[in-house]
Structure formats: C-alpha cells, structure tokens
C-alpha cells in the first residue's frame, strides 16, 4: 500500500479551479513564507534549505543548500530557473507552471533573496503558451502586490523577475545551453570545465541555475523549518516529490508522495495512485527518470522512489518522471522512437552524439520496418560502446554534455532485458505487433 | 519605419529594455515578429537584428536553431501531435497519420486552403492525456480521432478563436510592473542592508 500521509507540499493548491490567481494565492498562506524571510538574514534562509536537505528536481540531483553554499564566497550576480521541461514523458513542472505559478514567483524571490541577487530570469518552454501567460500574470500580480520590484513589503531588498520564452529545442534544458539561449544565441552547451553556472554563468558572472520544481518547495520550507522537510522522505531524498507517471497504466498524471516511502509498485498500482495496468496487462518494462535513464524490469518493482535506492540499482530518478510499458508494447518501436528523439535534438556539436545518434536511428528503423539484419544488434551494441565506452551506468562522458552519453540507455536496457524481441523483428523482417 | 506595427514596436522596445545586454532578447523578440507575420518574414528578421544589435544573418542562424521558428510561411494554424514514448504508447502515430488525412496534407505540409500546418513534435509535456495534441501551442486535448476531427471543425467555423489565438502569439498578458530604479543603486542598498544586517549581528553575540 502506498504511504500517502504526507503534507502536499508542491501541489496543495491544485485541486483548486482558481489555484492559478493572486486570491487564491493569499487564501492560503501565498507569500506569508516571503514575508518571513525578509524578516530572517539570508544566511540563515539558505541554512534552512541547506538543512532541508533539499534535492535539485532538475535531473542531476545535486542538493540546492550545497550550490548555494558555493558561491556565498563570492557574490551571485543572477538566479535563473530552468523550465524549459522537455524530457520526453516528463511533465510536472508543467503543471506547477500552470497550477501554481505564485507558489514558484514565491519560491524564486526566496532564493534570490538568500542568494542576494537583484535579477531572476525564469526561462519556461515556448511551448507552454497558457503556462507562459499565467506565470506572466503572476509576476505583474507580484508587482501589484508589492512581493517584486523595489524594496519588497517594504524592506531594503529589491528584485526584478523576467519570464523568458524558449523556443523549441530540447537541449535549452542543459543549463550552459540554457544560459546560451537566454544570451540570445543558439542553444550550444558550453564546455566544461568550469562545470557550474556559479563561475561562469550568464554573461560571464556567476550564477545559480535551479528547477521549478526546486523553487516550488521553498516556500513550505520556509514556512515549515528545513526540519520538517527533512523529516520526510528517507536517507538522502527528503521531502515530498512530484512524479509525472506516463504510458500503459490506469490513471497517468502527476502525484506528489513521499520520497523513499513508496515503491514503484505502490506509484503503478495503488488504486488512488496509476490505479495498475490498462486492461489488467502484465508489465513489461518501466523507464525511470527520464528517457535518458537505463530501465528497469518488474523484479525491480518494490524499489523505494529515491535517488540513492534508484541509482545503485543502475539508474536514475532524473527528471521524476515514470514510463510504464507492458507486454502489448513494442520495445524496439519504442527504442527506435527514442533514439530518434535525441538524433533530432543533438546539438551537433560532438561527433559521437551528433553521428551516433542518426546511425543508431537508422539501424534501429531498419529493424522496426522491415530490412534489419542479424548483425544489426550487436551493431547498435558497438556504436552504443562507441558512445559511451564500457556502456557503464553512469556513463562515461566523451562528449560536451550528457545527452550524447545518455543515447544508449534505452538500447542498451531493450538489448539486455528483451534480445529475443530484436532477433524477432529480424526474422519477421520487420514488426511483428504490426 | 519599423516593420513592426506601432503596438508591437513598443513592447518590442520595452523588452530589450528588460536584459542587461540587447542581444538576450532575441527569442523574445523573434516571437513577437512571427506574432505579427505569422513566420520570420525578411523585414521582420532585420528589425530583430537592428533591435539587438546584430545582423540579419546572424538572427537567421540562430532562429533556425529552435524548432518554434518558422522561417517559411505556415498555416494559420500550426497543428503538432506529440509521437513521443508516451504518446508512441497511446497512439501517437496514428493519430498523426489521421491529422494528415483529416487535414489533407503530409506532415510538415500546409494544408491546401493555407488553413493548417501540421507537424510532428517530441514530448510536449502533457502525457497524461496522450497522445498530445496541440494547435499553435495551446494544448487542445483531442485524445481520439473523432474528438480531433470535431476540433479541427470548430476552428474552422471559428468557436476557437479565443482558445487558439493566431500563431506565434505566445503571450497575450503583457509585463507591467518591472525594477525601474538603476540596478547600482539597487546593488548598493543591498550593501548597506548586509552590513546594518552584520552589525546588529555583532551586536546580538556581544
Ligand atoms: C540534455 C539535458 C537536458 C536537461 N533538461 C532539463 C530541464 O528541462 N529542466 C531542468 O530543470 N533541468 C534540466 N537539465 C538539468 C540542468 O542542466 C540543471 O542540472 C538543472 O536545471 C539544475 O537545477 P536543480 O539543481 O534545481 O535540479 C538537463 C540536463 C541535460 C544534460
Ligand atoms: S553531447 Fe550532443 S547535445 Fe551535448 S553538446 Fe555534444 S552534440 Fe550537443
Ligand atoms: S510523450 Fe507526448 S506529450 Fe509527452
């Protein structure tokens, strides 16, 4: 059974019509956090997150107190927040965007005020248009409302908040990329070193790139002590969490539920959660975190949902989001679908990613639509190795940023768990679900 | 004389206003130019390049980078359904091969009467009510095809006008309010608050 007694700490709004306005808001405790933090030192702020322990919702998971911490030597000159969300089948911050966007105006103005910096750009997916206009809204209601602009509820700190639209290119995710289209130029991720935004961020300065969802949580941390965020969850994923559940299962959506408490069983089949399987099927396979992550069969179905208990299993909770296949599923189209996916969303800029990408499209169609060859598996093996040498989890970076190195998980996963599918599809000379 | 129309020339200006270098209002303002053509025209991409400072060419190179940028005419609408995993597992590709029936035209193709563009897009972020379709960037939930015939219906007959603004128009609520004071003076206020906020600090472990 799953454990669903935890305060909703992200989505307690969203079951209301009007969650989006600046009225709802106030009805239930909106910007009461900021308040209270404009009364506290930043330091101390930043200590309650700190002790909140609270993981990067972004995909890499990297604690926010920590990247904080590192630039409190030096002055952070800009806070940008990452909504560009295009990991294929995750969708949460989506729905913050919409549902709640002054619970993340709110979140954004704590940070920046921890952080003492006077300039926020909060960077959201061209393609969410009503979340565009909402968030847009929210801030001109911020203003209004005296929560943004010059000195905020009349104190000495003063912030200005930007909201910046993409225009369509997975890889804007990535956040050196992120900063290259927020300079105006194309999204080309930058190389590394220096590996974080906070030496070199935007135009040059050091900057903090955080989630949406990141900043969604910190006004409950605020109003509630980094203890108690602590408090829930276990080992080192604490708090609540939003995960976007996705593919053959009753009721897809996003839930919010405590880190480490439930299982991947409980997401899947409680009844108040994915409430199981379309048609009662048997699974067949879950991606866990993102279409960059490695999969997982049904044996590893009473994992704990948290970042440590997911990566020594060889994969990752990334992005928070949650695939379910089952035997009805194709999982060489599948494998194909999302190789195609990063060969079209390569930057170009490494020769194995942008190379290896197309090639591993191609063999992979021939497979699925008739012409794939018995040698073909263990050549998408060999380009995959190519890649990512050793095909390890994590992999090994051979190229400017992750995507490159994270091309080979699905094939890697469908190969090892469901080789007999592949040889299948040779024999038929093409698909045979089709 | 801006190409831009007068109204649009002004929030035009307000948004390189917005950034402390001109440039880092490109897709902002790239937006905003196909808001008015309905694609980058060759005049619009060169007041892009006036406004930030750079060169036509240089907007192109990078226009053509984003997917959401059309540097030829598109329909007056531009239908996307989503093909990716989630929508792979719910249908996806067959609902896009019936857009393209419904429609007339192959994906990637504008439809004979100019009407609709239809593409194939990646995840847009919406899988629980898969497959994902949306129409100039508004999601308009048509998850079977009988639903997506009967909304292609009513944007013809124009029941959809105020759902499904015209393309390129991504926000329709306009930014007031914004930090008018000069950021030095913001920054040394800030200085001053730290070390008032320091010195009751000494104060207090005394
Ligand atoms: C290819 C790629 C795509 C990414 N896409 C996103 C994204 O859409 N949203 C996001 O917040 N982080 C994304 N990230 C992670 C960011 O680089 C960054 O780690 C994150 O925004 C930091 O925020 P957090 O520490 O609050 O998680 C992506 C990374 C890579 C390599
Ligand atoms: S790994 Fe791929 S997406 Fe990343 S920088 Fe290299 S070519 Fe671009
Ligand atoms: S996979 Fe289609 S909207 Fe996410």
């Known amino acids: 059974?799953?454990?669903?007694?935890?305060?909703?700490?992200?989505?307690?709004?969203?079951?209301?019509?009007?969650?989006?306005?600046?009225?709802?808001?106030?009805?239930?405790?909106?910007?009461?956090?900021?308040?209270?933090?404009?009364?506290?030192?930043?330091?101390?702020?930043?200590?309650?997150?700190?002790?909140?322990?609270?993981?990067?919702?972004?995909?890499?998971?990297?604690?926010?107190?920590?990247?904080?911490?590192?630039?409190?030597?030096?002055?952070?000159?800009?806070?940008?927040?990452?909504?560009?969300?295009?990991e294929p089948a995750t969708f949460k911050d989506h729905f913050l965007v919409e549902r709640d966007p002054h619970q993340l105006v709110e979140g954004i103005i704590i940070a920046a005020y921890a952080l003492q910096v006077s300039q926020a750009f909060l960077f959201l997916r061209g393609e969410f248009a009503l979340g565009l206009e909402r968030v847009q809204q929210a801030v001109n209601d911020a203003y209004e409302h005296g929560a943004l602009g010059r000195k905020i509820f009349g104190s000495s700190f003063s912030l200005d908040i930007v909201v910046h639209p993409g225009a369509g290119a997975y890889i804007c995710g990535e956040e050196t990329a992120l900063i290259e289209a927020l300079?105006?130029?194309?999204?080309?991720?930058?190389?590394?070193?220096?590996?974080?935004?906070?030496?070199?961020?935007?135009?040059?300065?050091?900057?903090v790139v955080n989630n949406v969802e990141t900043m969604a949580n910190l006004p409950w941390i605020i109003s509630n002590g980094g203890a108690a965020f602590a408090a829930l969850g276990g080992g080192r994923s604490t708090g609540t969490r939003l995960f976007a559940l996705a593919g053959r299962v009753k009721n897809p959506g996003v839930y919010e539920i405590e880190m480490v408490k439930n299982t991947f069983r409980d997401l899947i089949y409680d009844p108040a959660?994915?409430?199981?399987?379309?048609?009662?099927?048997?699974?067949?396979?879950?991606?866990?975190?993102?279409?960059?992550?490695?999969?997982?069969?049904?044996d590893l179905l009473d994992l704990p949902l948290g970042q440590d208990e997911v990566a020594e299993k060889g994969s990752m909770l990334g992005s928070g989001s949650i695939v379910v296949?089952?035997?009805?599923?194709?999982?060489?189209?599948?494998?194909?679908?999302?190789?195609?996916?990063?060969?079209?969303?390569?930057?170009?800029?490494?020769?194995?990613?942008?190379?290896?990408?197309?090639?591993?499209?191609?063999?992979?169609?021939?497979?699925?639509?008739?012409?794939?060859?018995?040698?073909?598996?263990?050549?998408?093996?060999?380009?995959?190795?190519?890649?990512?040498?050793?095909?390890?989890?994590?992999?090994?970076?051979?190229?400017?940023?992750?995507?490159?190195?994270?091309?080979?998980?699905?094939?890697?996963?469908?190969?090892?768990?469901?080789?007999?599918?592949?040889?299948?599809?040779?024999?038929h000379g093409g698909c045979p679900h089709d | 004389m801006s190409h831009f129309r007068t109204e649009l020339r002004q929030r035009a200006e307000e948004l390189v206003a917005l950034y402390p270098r001109k440039r880092s209002a490109m897709l902002p303002l790239l937006h905003l130019a196909q808001e008015q053509d309905g694609y980058l025209s060759d005049e619009g991409i060169a007041e892009v390049a006036a406004l930030t400072g750079t060169t036509p060419a240089d907007v192109r190179g990078t226009a053509s980078f984003y997917d959401m940028f059309h540097l030829e005419p598109v329909g007056k609408y531009v239908v996307g359904i989503c093909t990716n995993i989630a929508c792979l597992l719910a249908g996806g590709e067959e609902m896009l091969d019936h857009a393209s029936a419904t429609l007339g035209c192959a994906v990637g193709s504008t439809s004979a009467d100019g009407l609709f563009t239809l593409e194939e897009t990646e995840c847009l972020a919406d899988c629980n009510l898969a497959p994902c379709v949306q129409v100039n960037h508004r999601y308009v939930r048509t998850t079977t095809p009988e639903a997506f015939d009967g909304m292609i219906e009513d944007l013809r007959g124009g029941r959809l006008d105020h759902d499904v603004p015209s393309h390129g128009t991504l926000i329709r609520v306009r930014r007031s309010g914004?930090?008018?004071?000069?950021?030095?003076?913001?920054?040394?206020?800030?200085?001053?608050?730290?070390?008032?906020?320091?010195?009751?600090?000494?104060?207090?472990?005394?």
């Open chain 1, 1 to 86: 059974m799953a454990t669903l007694d935890a305060p909703r700490i992200v989505s307690s709004r969203a079951s209301f019509e009007d969650s989006h306005t600046l009225t709802r808001y106030l009805a239930t405790g909106g910007y009461d956090a900021l308040r209270k933090a404009l009364s506290m030192f930043p330091e101390d702020v930043a200590a309650e997150v700190d002790e909140a322990s609270l993981l990067g919702r972004g995909g890499a998971g990297f604690p926010a107190g920590r990247k904080w911490s590192m630039l409190r030597k030096s002055p952070v000159s800009y806070l940008v927040v990452n909504g560009d969300e295009s």
């Open chain 1, 183 to 207: 300079e105006g130029k194309r999204g080309f991720p930058r190389i590394k070193p220096p590996f974080f935004p906070a030496v070199t961020g935007l135009y040059g300065e050091p900057t």
């Open chain 1, 273 to 298: 959660l994915g409430g199981g399987i379309i048609d009662d099927k048997e699974l067949k396979a879950i991606i866990p975190g993102g279409v960059s992550a490695p999969w997982f069969g049904p």
């Open chain 1, 325 to 427: 296949m089952d035997e009805t599923t194709c999982v060489v189209r599948a494998t194909w679908r999302i190789t195609k996916f990063f060969s079209r969303e390569s930057c170009g800029q490494c020769t194995p990613c942008r190379e290896g990408s197309g090639w591993l499209e191609r063999v992979l169609y021939r497979l699925e639509h008739g012409g794939g060859r018995a040698e073909d598996i263990d050549l998408l093996l060999d380009l995959s190795d190519n890649i990512a040498p050793g095909l390890t989890w994590p992999p090994q970076q051979t190229t400017i940023c992750v995507l490159g190195p994270s091309i080979p998980s699905s094939i890697h996963s469908a190969i090892s768990m469901f080789r007999d599918d592949f040889v299948a599809h040779v024999q």
């Open chain 2, 178 to 206: 914004g930090l008018r004071a000069d950021r030095g003076e913001v920054v040394a206020e800030r200085a001053e608050a730290q070390a008032a906020r320091e010195a009751r600090a000494a104060k207090e472990t005394k």
